[in-house]
């Protein structure tokens, strides 16, 4: 298919997969206002549906020949990456909140990613060791996001509750118990995929601490001791709500600014 016509095909996909992911959203919530807290097939499909149209179009744009990993596309790839996730937790737990938060930033995402002009050179081959460290990457970094969602959802269902406020979309929430289990278990799951990032990272990167690498190493680095420090600190000595989400806030910044920052002055602002 020539790439002219690919591309218009793969902005029809992105279109339909935003159009599901924001059906899916506002379903999810108008079900929670009802107290249907399952979660039904008409909510199932059209969000899978989304993620292999979304799934799509990220393989389709990174196979072609000018293909590029620039800001809007590592964004897609990123939020892609949470939806699916979100979607395997939620079959598991009555925890569709995530649904509802995720699945439109998805959606922006991925509008964005395929609709506006690259912002990067067309990618060489990549080494497999590499791949695996930036795979790793995006996957421990989506996994902190989600965790910092679920953490700040934590934070205000502890708010309201300790006020006594249990009228309105709180009387939905599933227990609190579950919530902040959840948290923990998004960060500790981060916690060991950014280990295996940066160990392939030191193990394949020639030079980690070159000038162009170097604030997203430290960064990263520092990171990862503030994640540890939480997941050691949770399981020894308890730490709940307050302690963890100003951790994992402050890792999940740090993380951002070294990624996404770096890529975002010298794409956008830069270039």
Avoid at 199 to 219: E, M, N, P, R, S
């Amino acid at each position: 298919m020539p790439e002219s016509n690919m591309s218009q095909f793969l902005a029809v996909m992105a279109t339909g997969a935003a159009a599901l992911y924001l059906y899916t959203a506002v379903s999810q919530l108008l079900r929670l206002e009802k107290r249907e807290e399952s979660l039904s097939k008409a909510i199932l499909i059209p969000a899978l549906l989304a993620l292999v149209m979304h799934g799509f179009v990220i393989y389709a744009g990174s196979s072609s020949l000018s293909a590029s990993v620039g800001f809007y596309k590592v964004a897609s790839i990123t939020f892609w990456l949470m939806g699916l996730l979100s979607v395997l937790i939620v079959i598991a737990r009555p925890l569709q909140t995530l649904l509802i938060a995720i699945f439109p930033l998805a959606a922006i995402s991925l509008l964005v990613a395929t609709l506006t002009p690259e912002t990067s050179r067309p990618m060489t081959e990549t080494p497999r060791g590499l791949l695996l460290h930036i795979s790793t990457s995006i996957i421990a970094y989506a996994l902190f996001g989600l965790a910092m969602l679920q953490g700040l959802l934590v934070l205000q269902q502890s708010r309201l509750l300790r006020q006594h406020k249990t009228r309105g979309l709180i009387r939905r929430l599933p227990p609190l118990d579950a919530t902040e289990q959840l948290m923990f278990e998004l960060i500790a799951t981060g916690t060991i995929i950014l280990s295996v990032s940066i160990f392939a990272g030191v193990y394949y990167v020639q030079d980690l601490f070159a000038q162009h690498l170097i604030h997203k190493t430290v960064l990263t680095i520092i990171a990862w001791i503030v994640y540890s420090i939480l997941t050691v600190g949770h399981a020894r000595h308890g730490w709940r709500v307050n302690t963890a989400v100003m951790l994992c806030g402050s890792g999940f910044a740090l993380l951002t600014l070294g990624f996404y920052g770096s890529k975002l002055v010298l794409e956008l602002v830069l270039n």
